[in-house]
């Protein structure tokens, strides 16, 4: 036989809330899609730098990338918080009922 309490009548807000997660590998990605393009854009890895050393294009793209990734997951928790901070304000309440039931 089981036994019913009464529902307990309580209020909570709710709004809806970004992943960060998805803004993060986002802003990543398009990091490195920016330090690809920066890469073949300039072709500049044909003339020596001032202390006559020439870089590869892989490693060009590798120095791009770190910076490039890095501005990136930065940019995109930036849209994440601003994301929030929007949706912060659209709260609702709403009436919550729980029901406990016990079983022998």
Same mark, same amino acid.
Do not use: Q
């Given at each position: 036989m089981a036994d019913h309490t009464p529902p %307990? +009548? !309580?209020?909570?807000?709710?709004?809806?809330v970004p992943k960060y997660g998805v803004f993060l590998v986002l802003g990543g990605g398009l990091g490195l899609?920016?330090?690809?393009?920066?890469?073949?854009?300039?072709? /500049?890895?044909?003339?020596? !730098? &001032?202390i /006559? +050393?020439?870089? !590869?294009?892989?490693?060009?793209?590798?120095f791009l990338a770190l910076f490039c +990734?890095?501005? /990136?997951? &930065? +940019?995109? %928790?930036i849209v994440a918080l601003i994301l929030d901070?929007? &949706?912060g304000r659209r709260t609702r309440t709403v009436t919550? @009922?729980?029901?406990?039931?016990? @079983?022998d």
């Open positions: %307990a +009548v !309580s209020e909570a807000r709710i709004r809806r899609i920016t330090a690809a393009i920066l890469t073949f854009a300039f072709d /500049g890895t044909n003339t020596p !730098s &001032a /006559g +050393v020439t870089y !590869s294009p892989g490693a060009v793209f590798g +990734v890095v501005c /990136g997951v &930065a +940019v995109g %928790a901070k929007m &949706a919550i @009922e729980r029901e406990t039931f016990i @079983e």
